[in-house]
């Protein structure tokens, strides 16, 4: 039998797409599950950036792309980078990956070495800290709480930093909190920074046209920052376009060229198609999509308004992407329906079980006393989901 290898037998399965296969498995079993376990949009890719797809087929488009994305890709970013975030990026700055998970893995891979320290404030995104020990790096988890909208503060940052610190990581908005920070919350963690100049920023703005406070903020937008802030975006969210798979990050031309490196010898260029694709949603302004905006919005007051119904759950209200992060740690050591409750999980698979809805485990996170419950569904699913959650747990 094979002997796996070390690396791989301590990486943990990413939580989210386990629950999504858990709750596919329990649909053919033909249990009727509703799945708010996913970041997905529900909606489908615009026929804008489908027609541009249909259009590159048509056009031959099948070689291999260069390894960095397409030039024509790269100035639609540099467009999108001035026009949204007011950031001035040149082509040697850029670097298009398939996804914005393999920019952020690019990046790993190319500034961590054994024993790098790398700042998670928790939330966080649930690959993160995995990728960051796949690279033999050291995450160092920090505690938010739901009462600072789940928010790092320059104190806990200050506090955090050791001679070994590498790297902070951080999402705005964020996944799974929604939260999302001001420039004013930027710049104080900035000025803690200051003191730092060797600690690399990774903002991972995937979620940025998402925003229900109509205010996005980039770290790289303040001059003292800029050279060491790796900004990640990409389009699945925003544009619905998770399968595509196209992700880019904007950074000083030595880690671009870096990552650009590592990328050479592990998939190339991205998929010829989608970037073709991409150009065309890039250089088309963002209310092109705020139709779906503006969905989540409403779906937003939808969700909290009914769990704020439920004993136990206790909300903030998130301002971006699309999910709800309640605390539910006053069901820890409680039984319900014959089962005791003794952390996130437990009451994640709980609902899973007795509710028949799909929902992620805070403890992913890096957050046990919460659960992550995704709005990217249609208000009729939210409404069923959430009365079922109710009499499961009442």
């Not at 980039?218 to 992700?247: C, L, P």
């Not at 950074?251 to 990328?263: D, N």
Request: with cysteine; glycine share 6%.
């Amino acid at each position: 039998m094979a002997q796996l290898s070390d690396r791989v037998l301590n990486m943990a399965t990413s939580a989210t797409l386990a629950m999504a296969a858990k709750a596919r498995e329990l649909k053919a079993e033909g249990k009727d599950i509703i799945g708010l376990s996913l970041g997905e949009p529900d909606f489908n890719t615009p026929d804008f950036i489908k027609e541009a797809a249909i259009q590159a087929i048509n056009d031959d488009y099948n070689s291999y792309s260069p390894v960095d994305g397409y030039v024509e890709l790269k100035d639609a970013i540099i467009t999108k980078f001035k026009r949204d975030n007011g950031l001035q990026y040149s082509r040697s700055q850029i670097v298009v990956s398939t996804g914005a998970k393999q920019s952020l893995a690019n990046i790993a891979a190319v500034l961590l070495n054994p024993g790098d320290e790398v700042i998670l404030p928790c939330p966080y995104w649930v690959s993160y800290s995995d990728i960051v020990k796949l690279n033999e790096g050291v995450p160092v988890e920090v505690k938010t709480s739901i009462d600072h909208d789940f928010k790092l503060t320059p104190q806990q940052l200050e506090d955090a930093i050791t001679p070994k610190t590498k790297m902070i990581w951080y999402s705005s908005p964020c996944n799974p909190s929604g939260s999302v920070y001001s420039k004013d919350e930027l710049r104080a963690l900035a000025d803690v920074l200051q003191k730092y100049p060797n600690i690399i920023v990774v903002s991972d703005e995937i979620y940025e046209h998402i925003n229900f406070i109509g205010d996005h903020a980039s770290m790289a937008q303040f001059e003292d920052m800029y050279d060491r802030t790796v900004t990640v975006n990409g389009v699945s969210k925003a544009f619905a376009m998770t399968g595509w798979r196209i992700g880019y990050i904007g950074a000083s031309e030595a880690i671009a060229k870096a990552c650009t490196k590592m990328q050479g010898q592990v998939t190339s260029g991205a998929n010829c198609i989608a970037q073709r694709a991409v150009i065309t949603a890039l250089n088309e302004p963002p209310s092109r999509v705020q139709y779906m905006i503006d969905q989540f919005k409403v779906r937003r007051e939808l969700i909290l308004n009914l769990l704020n119904d439920i004993e136990g759950f206790k909300t903030n209200v998130p301002e971006g992407a699309f999910y709800v992060f309640p605390d539910i740690s006053h069901y820890f050591g409680k039984t319900l329906k014959g089962k005791t409750i003794a952390n996130a999980s437990d009451f994640s698979l709980f609902l899973l079980e007795f509710a028949n809805v799909a929902t992620v485990t805070g403890e992913a996170f890096g957050n046990p006393n919460c659960i992550r419950i995704s709005y990217a569904a249609s208000q009729e699913q939210i409404i069923e989901a959430i009365k079922r959650i109710k009499e499961a747990v009442s």
